[in-house]
């Protein structure tokens, strides 16, 4: 039986696979004292030993009384083993996703082994951030939890649970995966704001323990944790790569495989479409992709005019990123090129020979059509329908860049930048840009359409980012103020409060100046208001710009995140053709897409969703799971749930390949195993036939 996680204490759902956990309370408090002090000077130069997090470490008996303290003793930890946080230049280690770019945070990690294997429900750390007045980052404090599911201590730990951590609370306590741990690791994201933060104790509560003999060990010695083939160094398992002899082994038999690419079932359509059963569906071929709701339920149309739900995946040949050896330098082993290592690559060659591309190219095709999916998605190499379309078609879709034509605001934290929509070139340029980075797909009968830029900040982080700018270099700054003065009037004190400033007059707002965090609902309200000014202008520009350069093809929105707004969600309804959504939740998050899919009466396309399982040095992301399994049962439910909203066209899975075990893009919290293919170019057999099965029901789950 597949074991579902107990998400009772984390949304309210129930135990699905209706598990019960045998619980007995447990109630372990670890008194421990970490004070720190923040002063207000700016921080200066980051470097790797300026900006190492302090680390302490305990060992906690589960069956001692509460209120034991245990002894403490200070760890050194080298850059191989620290998630560094570097909010100034990309010379050294990672930046966390969730740090404040500007003023790094400082970081206290606590580890505690165990004497026992436990699986835990919640972590509360208690103690206090204060001092500092109102934060000036995204969320006061960030804490995230992490275990490690191993039985070697210290190996590698894994995210089970994060919260945040408001100044001035007391304590926060974080919800985690019930799992059998044998370490925890908490790490505190101190914001700049607070002068002073203390921990007195942190609290864990779960049960089910069983005895865990020799532990205790120390943190491993630094040592790489990388192989020559990019694998995880320090596990053993079947299947992983011995020798270049093994990787041309596979090779040989993934080319025998590749020459018979299955075709589509009958019932189907050359795109893809369903053609059987066709009652009450008008079929008129028009020669491009287009959307049309029949019967109370959108559909995507076939250019032959059939039916079609957008089964997509992302990142299809797309091979990842260069690890440069000067951000892990303690990671790469000895033998290995001293420069930088591009694995994925350097696996295909050792695979394939150095004309890797086309075999490479094959066996992807293969293993999309193997998988069930009929549609490339994006973030996918040009390959996989320009040269791959003789070997097997697909229906696809490819990412606009703005930003490589416009002028973009300045943005830190997560989401994406906008650009300076008030510019008088900005329409002329977006056209420039696009033009060139569409070029002949606007003829391609193929394509099922555009999406643009990728999940950019639509809510209060905008203000904050144009209060930070000039505002006699940039249109956008004086289109705010003008827009505060027909909000306030002549009364600019007022629009300075509306903005937590203290202002004298309208040219106050001219210069650079620090917005944070709305405290009060009416401030961010009217901050929100503005960015849906903001979206109306960028989404109607988009729009327009693209039909005039390709009136026949979808513009499928820019794949919305976390960061969004009411306002800008409306406008962006009013003018994408099927407004796209990154949403990355266990189940698919009716709530949410019920209330955007509300706001406009358009089709939706999920440009984004996935599973994640922690094991050999990858990480979960959000929500770890067990197995493969277990993450093949959750597909289920997602794509059955999905297919049976009339609003939704189609859903497109994150990822093909797992990221790098040495991060993505210098970052090293981008590691994560999304993937049905790992980096020696292995097939995920337990996890892709799952999937597969799954995906050959679509059609039964999803009839016109």
Request: aromatic fraction near 12%; hydrophobic fraction near 40%; charge should be positive.
């Amino acid at each position: 039986m597949v074991r579902f996680p107990n998400l009772a204490d984390r949304h309210g759902a129930p135990d699905l696979a209706g598990l019960a956990w045998q619980r007995i309370s447990l109630k372990i408090t670890i008194a421990i004292l970490v004070a720190l002090s923040l002063t207000d000077a700016a921080p200066p130069a980051v470097t790797a030993e300026t900006i190492s997090p302090v680390w302490y470490r305990f060992v906690a008996d589960p069956s001692t009384s509460e209120g034991k303290v245990p002894v403490r003793t200070r760890v050194a930890v080298g850059t191989a083993r620290a998630i560094l946080t570097d909010g100034r230049s990309d010379e050294h280690a990672p930046v966390h996703e969730w740090s404040n770019r500007d003023s790094p945070s400082r970081i206290v990690r606590i580890q505690f082994a165990l004497s026992r294997v436990v699986s835990l429900n919640e972590v509360t750390i208690h103690g206090s951030l204060g001092g500092g007045g109102v934060s000036g980052s995204a969320v006061d404090g960030f804490v995230r939890v992490l275990g490690m599911m191993d039985d070697a201590p210290f190996a590698e730990f894994c995210e089970v649970g994060r919260g945040y951590w408001r100044v001035r609370d007391r304590n926060v306590s974080v919800s985690i995966s019930k799992k059998p741990l044998t370490a925890i690791e908490v790490e505190i994201w101190i914001p700049r704001s607070a002068r002073r933060a203390s921990v007195s104790e942190v609290t864990f509560e779960g049960g089910a323990l069983r005895a865990l003999p020799d532990h205790g060990k120390a943190l491993p010695p630094d040592r790489p944790w990388v192989d020559c083939f990019g694998q995880y160094a320090r596990e053993s398992w079947p299947g992983k790569v011995r020798d270049a002899v093994e990787l041309r082994a596979q090779g040989e038999r993934d080319r025998v495989q590749a020459r018979n690419i299955p075709g589509l079932a009958k019932r189907l359509d050359v795109y893809g479409g369903f053609i059987a059963d066709r009652t009450g569906f008008p079929r008129e071929a028009t020669g491009y992709f287009r959307v049309e709701k029949v019967g109370g339920r959108w559909w995507f149309v076939t250019p032959e005019g059939n039916p079609f739900f957008a089964n997509g995946l992302d990142g299809v040949l797309n091979p990842g990123t260069t690890v440069r050896r000067k951000e892990f330098a303690d990671a790469f082993p000895t033998g290995c090129d001293a420069r930088e290592q591009h694995f994925y690559r350097n696996n295909l060659r050792l695979k394939y020979g150095e004309a890797y591309r086309s075999d490479w190219l094959s066996a992807s095709l293969y293993r999309l059509r193997l998988l069930g999916f009929n549609t490339i998605g994006k973030w996918s190499g040009r390959l996989a329908w320009t040269q791959g379309r003789a070997i097997a078609a697909f229906p696809y879709t490819f990412v606009l860049r703005p930003e490589k034509g416009v002028r973009m605001i300045p943005h830190r934290g997560g989401g994406g930048a906008i650009p300076d929509v008030f510019g008088p070139a900005f329409s002329a340029n977006l056209e420039k840009t696009f033009t060139q980075q569409i070029g002949e797909a606007r003829r391609d009968a193929w394509l099922l359409g555009y999406m643009v830029a990728n999940e950019e900040a639509w809510n209060w982080q905008l203000v904050r980012d144009v209060m930070a700018l000039d505002g006699k270099q940039w249109h956008i700054k004086r289109a705010f103020i003008d827009w505060m003065k027909g909000a306030h009037g002549d009364d600019a004190r007022s629009a300075g409060n509306a903005l937590g400033l203290d202002v004298r007059s309208y040219d106050d707002l001219l210069a650079p100046r620090g917005v944070t965090r709305p405290r009060q609902a009416k401030q961010r309200e009217e901050m929100e208001r503005f960015v849906a000014v903001v979206a109306e202008r960028y989404f109607e520009t988009v729009a327009r710009v693209l039909k005039e350069i390709d009136p026949n093809h979808l513009y499928l929105g820019n794949s919305i995140g976390w960061m969004w707004s009411e306002g800008a969600l409306r406008a962006y309804g009013r003018y994408v053709d099927v407004p796209s959504y990154d949403r990355y939740t266990l189940e698919f998050d009716e709530r949410f897409f019920d209330r955007v899919a509300g706001l406009n009466d358009r089709p939706i396309l999920v440009g984004e969703y996935g599973y994640t399982v922690a094991r050999r040095g990858l990480r979960a992301y959000r929500y770890p799971l067990a197995d493969d399994e277990e993450r093949a049962a959750w597909y289920r439910r997602y794509i059955e749930t999905a297919s049976a909203k009339d609003y939704v066209v189609g859903v497109f899975y994150y990822l093909m390949k797992d990221m790098e075990l040495a991060g993505r893009e210098g970052r090293f919290e981008k590691n994560m195993g999304f993937g049905f293919v790992n980096v020696a170019d292995q097939f995920n057999e337990v996890y892709g036939n799952a999937a597969a099965e799954v995906n050959r029901l679509l059609y039964q789950l999803r009839k016109p």
